[in-house]
């Protein structure tokens, strides 16, 4: 039997594995391209990058005791109030299985919590699969902002996160 997916602040013990399952699923959708996380330098040290700033976080998935995927986000400098959801991936075992939902409710609590009352992310019309996750969750398209890091990415979504606090999974 299953124990149910929990979730904590990443650790140093955790980059490995995630840096791993995000290649994977990069390499998947052919998004191990320059302009993609795939070639961010923080990617195989995640930790480093996210703890001990006030201004982003990142969260491991446990199935098991197993680190099956993460998510983060990290304040958007060019819009008020604004969170950017960042690196969130699963890796293949555990795919439709509703963990992805239960990944975005967490950061949304998460990045609200922190004063953050919109999420931004950017994605990739090869992501299919994560675009329906993101409009099911209320995401909204927007046109691409101008102060984009990631060059291949081509789709924008924002939500507000003001109306789902309390209604979250």
Known sequence: ????????????????????????????????????AYFDESLDHLSQYYLGDDDRAYFVALLDGEVVGG????????????????????????????????????????????????????????LVVAMHLYEKCGYHLIEKPAEVVHSAMDRFYLKNLLPVVGKLI
């Open 71 to 126: 998510v983060g986000f990290q304040k958007l400098d060019f819009m008020k109030d604004t969170a950017e959801l960042q690196k969130l991936y699963l890796a293949d075992c555990v795919k439709g299985q509703g963990i992805s939902y239960k990944m975005m409710s967490f950061i949304e609590e998460n990045a609200f919590s922190m004063g953050f009352t919109q999420m931004y992310l950017e994605t990739h019309s090869n």
């Open 1 to 36: 039997m299953r124990e149910r997916i929990i979730f904590r602040e990443i650790e140093e013990a955790d980059d490995e594995k995630l840096a791993m399952i995000i290649r994977d699923n990069l390499e998947t959708y052919h998004l191990d391209i320059p302009g993609t």
